[in-house]
C-alpha cells in the first residue's frame, strides 16, 4: 500500500518515508525533510474540514495564495474561477479584486502549482512572482541537478524551477508571500550543497575571479591527495621498493597503519565534497556520482584498516592493504574537477568576449539620408546599410 505526502503530493510506501506526523487523529507521511518542515510550520491546510464534523480524514489539501495582473480582474473572475474549478483536484478557489490576487485551495496529489499557473496564463492573466538566481558550490552531479528541482518544486510557493549545471545556479520563480528566499537555500541544501550568490550576471571579471579561487581551492585539494598518494603507493607496492621489500610483515603492518591515517584528512577534506553529498543522498533514499566515490573509498579505507588490524581472519599472504586506492581515486576525481572547471571558465569568458565584438551601432537609411544609430533603435522595416 502506498501513500502520499500531503505537502508535495509524491507516492510512498509507508515503511520507507522520511518522517511521519500525528495530526488530529491522522497520520501523515513524508518523503523528505523539507516536506517536514513545511508540514511543521502550519499543519492545518492539509486537513480537509467537513461541515458536519470538521475533520474527514480521506483528503488533504494545500493552500496558495497567487498575485495576478494582466487584465481586468473583476470582469473576468468568474470566468477565472470556473475554469480552475473545472481541473481536477481544485477544491475552492476565491478572487480578491481588491488586492489583485487569487487563492486556490487544491489537492497536490491531483494538480501541482506549475498546472495552475499554466491554467491562469491561458486565460490571458499574468501570474506575479519574483525571480531569483542562487548559486550552488560544487555542483557538479548531473543526476543532482533533477534532485535539486524536484526539491525546489515542491517547496510551498514555488512556481518553477531550472538548475543549470554550467553555471552551477538554480533560476526559481517564487510567491514571497508563500515562501521565501532561506527556504529555497534550505531546499537546495538538504542534498549537501551549499549556496552562493549567482554570479552568471555579475561582471565579466567577478566572474573570472570566482572562477580562479573555485579552480584554485580543488587544485590545493589534489596536490594534498597526490602528495598523500606518493608513499601510500610506495607502501602498497612495497616489493619493488629497495628499502621496503627487506621489512618484516610485522614492521609493514606498522607502517600500513600510518598510511591509514594519512589516507584520512585526503578522504575528509580533499574528499569532503563527495561525503557530504553522499550522505545528502542517502537521506532522500537517492544515489548519484558522489555515492559512488564516497563507497567506493570508504569500503577500500574500512577493508584496508581491518585487513590490518585483524590479518587472522584472512588467508595467509593476502591480508594486505588498498589505501592507495583511496587516495589515488580522490586523486584523480578532484582532478578532473577542476580541470573541468577552467574549460568551462575558458569557454564562457570565449564566449562573451566574442558578444562583445558585435556591432553597437548601425548605419539606417531613412527619408534618403543614412545615419548612425544604436542597434536597439533599429526598428522593423528599416534599411540597413551593410
Known sequence: MTVHDPVCGMEI?????????EHMGQTFYFCSQSCVDQFDKDPHPYVMTSATTGFNPQA???????PVSGMPLKEHSTHLESTLLALDGVD???VNVSTGRLEVQYDAQKVDVARLVSTVKSIGFQVGGTNVKIGIENLRCASCVKFIEDELKATHGVLNATVNIATQEATVDYVPQNTTLSELNKAIETWGYKTRPATSEAPVDKQEEAHAREYRKLMNKFWFAAAVAVPVMATAYYQVVPFLRDLSMDSLRVLWGMTALLTLP????SGSDFFTGA?????????????LIALGTGAAWLYSTFA???PSVFPEGTSEPFFDVVAVVIALVVLGQALELRAKGQSSSAIKKLLGL??????VIRDGK????????VLVGDVIQV
Do not use: C, G, Y
Not at 510506501?13 to 506526523?21: L, N
Not at 585526503?266 to 577534506?269: A, G, N, P
Open 266 to 269: 585526503v578522504m575528509f577534506w
Open 92 to 94: 475552492e478557489v476565491k
Open 308 to 310: 590490518i588490524l585483524f
Open 358 to 363: 558585435q556591432a553597437k551601432t548601425a548605419r
Open 13 to 21: 510506501e509507508p515503511q520507507s518515508a522520511f518522517a511521519k506526523r
Open 60 to 66: 488533504t489539501l494545500t493552500r496558495i495564495e497567487l
Open 370 to 377: 543614412e545615419m548612425d544609430l544604436p542597434v536597439e533603435e
Open 279 to 291: 550522505w545528502a543522498a542517502f537521506k532522500h533514499r537517492s544515489a548519484n556520482m558522489n555515492t
